[in-house]
């Protein structure tokens, strides 16, 4: 989005107007509900902030980048990140905003948690999991006794964001992706949807959100199983779709573009360019030549 993104404490206070507390929890509707269910692009200078989606949806930005977030999500928001949110009116669950320096993880941190921590991410929490389970009720339990103000709150409120937050790190696999068999499983899940969706020519944060996690994670995933990025992946297979029908089959370039999904054939043209350094129709002739050679 255009335009210098503005940093606030709480979304729509300017410095100073936060409570002394370290920590502070309300729900999503208490705020989203005042601008309309939309809050826009901004950043937190020193504040990190979880936000649990319990029930309906939202599109998640960061900077350039959407996603779609469907109930039982986790989104962590570390500062200094542009984030905004434009939340369905049916949607209910909690804000959670933590000044960096009290984590026990500093986000940028060395340790694998504060690598997680230092990137937005996006969770979700599949309740059948024991572990994604106990995510949820910890967040839902944070959020009580914040509102109770109780002894031993701080105590709690501590336990209940270290809990959380390490939890969800595990979930979400962050680090190098995942363990081998995680990333075998996360693959073969990619592969079905990129059979399906390929010619739709969706995004790479269209797969995560399939996937159920963040466009980052899910490039480390990529990049650990085939040392390349999720982008470079999808290109590949739509460039290999696309030679597999010019070799094999007798359709015009116009026809070929048009069954693999793209505007028009000089756009295709472009793109079968710019991956192999020729055009369509001669790649083709080159190609066709090559095979008679060889079964000559």
């Known amino acids: 989005m255009p335009g210098a993104v503005p940093t606030y404490d709480l979304y729509g206070e300017q410095s100073g107007q936060v409570p002394s507390l370290w920590?502070?929890?309300?729900?999503?509707?208490?705020r989203s509900r005042l601008h309309h269910w939309e809050i826009r692009l901004h950043q937190h200078e020193s504040l990190f902030q979880i936000l649990y989606i319990q029930t309906g949806s939202a599109d998640a930005i960061f900077g350039e980048e959407r996603l779609l977030v469907e109930p039982d999500t986790v989104i962590t928001v570390?500062?200094?990140?542009?984030?905004?949110?434009?939340?369905?009116?049916?949607?209910?669950?909690?804000?959670i905003t933590i000044l960096a320096s009290r984590l026990k993880t500093m986000p940028g941190g060395r340790s694998p948690l504060g690598a997680w921590l230092a990137e937005p991410r996006v969770t979700r929490l599949d309740r059948a999991d024991p572990d994604a389970a106990y995510v949820a009720e910890t967040l839902l339990r944070l959020g009580r006794e914040y509102a109770g103000q109780r002894n031993g709150r701080n105590d709690l409120l501590d336990a209940y964001v270290t809990q959380a937050l390490q939890l969800a790190a595990r979930l979400s696999q962050g680090g190098d992706g995942g363990t081998a068999d995680e990333r075998s499983r996360r693959m073969e899940q990619l592969d079905a949807l990129i059979n399906r969706h390929l010619r739709l020519h969706k995004p790479v944060a269209f797969y995560a959100a399939e996937l159920g996690i963040s466009p980052t994670h899910l490039n480390r995933v990529v990049k650990a199983t085939s040392g390349q990025g999720a982008?470079?992946?999808?290109?590949g297979r739509l460039l290999d779709e696309?030679?597999?029908?010019?070799?094999?089959?007798?359709?015009?370039?116009?026809?070929i573009s048009d069954r693999l999904g793209f505007a028009d054939p000089a756009y295709f043209s472009r793109f079968f360019v710019k991956h192999t350094g020729s055009a369509p129709r001669a790649w083709r002739e080159a190609e066709r030549t090559k095979l008679k050679d060889s079964n000559a």
């Open 23 to 30: 920590l502070h929890c309300e729900s999503i509707p208490s």
């Open 78 to 95: 570390p500062p200094g990140v542009s984030h905004g949110f434009r939340f369905s009116r049916d949607t209910d669950g909690l804000v």
């Open 231 to 235: 982008h470079e992946l999808l290109a």
């Open 242 to 255: 696309a030679k597999r029908e010019l070799v094999f089959t007798f359709g015009t370039v116009r026809e």
